[in-house]
């Protein structure tokens, strides 16, 4: 939720900021600012909860899907990626 509910764009140029991990450099930039409309709270709530209403029936078609852990060296990432490609995930049949 911080990640997302954090992020800003300068409408001048286009530059992308999180007031955490990467604030504006300028109080003059920071005033300028904005907020997409997807990123308020409200609405990455009602993202997630989509998510989960419907993951069950996407883990239940594809049965042998792999999970991908995207939150370490991005190489690894490919590899693990690259690697379960190699070995096509089979799905049920309609």
């Not at 530059?15 to 930039?29: K, V």
Request: proline share 9%.
């Amino acid at each position: 939720m911080e990640r997302l509910s954090q992020r800003r764009i300068d409408p001048v140029t286009g530059e992308r900021y999180h007031t955490t991990f990467r604030p504006a450099p300028t109080p003059e930039i920071q005033a300028r600012l904005r907020q997409n409309p997807k990123d308020k709270e409200e609405n990455i709530e009602k993202h997630v909860e989509a998510y989960y209403g419907n993951v069950k029936e996407l883990e239940d078609f594809y049965e042998d899907a792999f999970y991908v852990n995207a939150d370490q060296d991005p190489h690894a990432v490919f590899e693990f990626i690259e690697s379960c490609i190699i070995k096509p995930v089979p799905c049920k049949k309609i």
